[in-house]
């Protein structure tokens, strides 16, 4: 398998989720495909690495990007990262990743960070998604 193909793999997994595309108020990628200055909610998949050993593992990121939230702290307007939305979002991604179900895939979520997206007011949490692939295709 190449890793082109993990992130077709993950892009079908979330893209066939109704729940995951109503909630968002953006759409689903995959690295390079996000529009430029979104300002939207949108989950982004790229893959880090992958081996080609039998069996293959390697690792993918699946971001979910929110647009900051403004706040009055004090008298001044600030923007910070929209937790809730965050956090809801986050919910329903790793419902489904965890219910995918694909014969010689293992699938895992390994850990998560919320990262300030330099230089636009929007955070995302990055989930590193390991793969075990005992496929032979």
Do not use: C
């Not at 949108?42 to 069996?55: A, R, T």
């Not at 965050?86 to 850990?111: D, F, P, Q, Y």
């Amino acid at each position: 398998m190449q890793s082109i193909e993990t992130d077709d793999i993950l892009f079908e997994i979330l893209n066939a989720s109704a729940e995951l595309k109503a909630a968002l108020s953006g759409g689903i990628f995959v690295q390079g495909e996000r529009p430029d200055n979104s300002g939207k909610e949108d989950v982004v998949i790229n893959n880090l690495f992958l081996n080609h050993e039998v069996p293959q593992t390697g690792t993918s990121n699946v971001n979910i990007h929110v647009p900051d939230k403004k706040e009055r702290i004090g008298r001044t307007e600030q923007f910070k990262a929209h937790r809730e939305r965050i956090r809801e979002l986050t919910a329903i991604v790793l419902s489904v990743l965890k219910s995918a179900n694909i014969t010689g895939l293992t699938i895992r979520v390994s850990t998560e960070a919320i990262i300030k997206e330099p230089g636009i007011n929007e955070h995302y949490n990055n989930l590193r998604v390991e793969w075990n692939i005992q496929r032979t295709n």
